[in-house]
């Protein structure tokens, strides 16, 4: 619904083929709107400033994290957890 105050006093009529009147009707309709505040909506786009923002896509490379590994010297008999405390 358009909440803007009811100042409208100018009339203009607009002639539509069969098949853009339906367009118009139920285009307003899954808007929930009334289609000459649709036609309203359409003509302030082309009326009022507009910005634009430009994008472009991204590329993101994802590299899974690697196991950390810990260079160990271990021997038998050795004491593995002294081992990994040293290093």
Request: aromatic fraction near 6%; charge should be positive; charged fraction near 20%.
């Amino acid at each position: 619904m358009n909440d803007e105050p009811s100042n409208k006093s100018a009339v203009m009529t607009v002639r539509f083929s069969p098949e853009e009147a339906d367009l118009v009707r139920d285009l307003a309709q899954k808007r929930n709107m009334s289609a000459s505040d649709l036609i309203r909506d359409a003509v302030r786009g082309y009326t009022q400033p507009q910005f634009f923002v430009q994008h472009s896509p991204i590329r993101v490379t994802y590299t899974p994290p690697q196991p950390a590994t810990i260079p160990v010297d271990v021997k038998f008999g050795g004491n593995l957890g002294a081992a990994i405390a040293s290093k």
